[in-house]
């Protein structure tokens, strides 16, 4: 993550699924256990952290997430286009007023 640099204030959503179908089952649960909570507690915050107005979503999901809670990924896209919008049309009004103020 620290080579994926800063993503400023830009609007990021980070959806994070709880299960994770991909741990083998020769993993002992103890271990399995602490994979999950590195990757929920840890890993995806820190995607979150990569924009100053980024924000997790945990999901009792598996990486399915779009079929089992479309629900959650139509909202947050929603969401996200929501604050784009608004970011983007905050930047224009600093242009613009910038230009003329001068």
């Not at 103890?30 to 820190?46: I, S």
């Not at 809670?69 to 224009?92: F, G, K, N, T």
């Amino acid at each position: 993550m620290r080579s994926a640099g800063s993503l400023g204030d830009r609007p990021l959503i980070v959806l994070t699924a709880t299960r994770q179908g991909d741990i083998s089952p020769e993993i002992p649960p103890k271990d399995a256990q602490a994979e999950e909570d590195l990757w929920v507690h840890q890993l995806q915050p820190e995607l979150a952290r990569l924009s100053s107005h980024g924000k997790q979503i945990v999901v009792d999901s598996s990486h399915e997430m779009p079929t089992e809670h479309p629900e959650v990924v139509i909202s947050a896209i929603h969401e996200a286009w929501l604050a784009a919008r608004a970011y983007h049309l905050m930047v224009e009004r600093s242009d613009h007023d910038r230009v003329h103020s001068q």
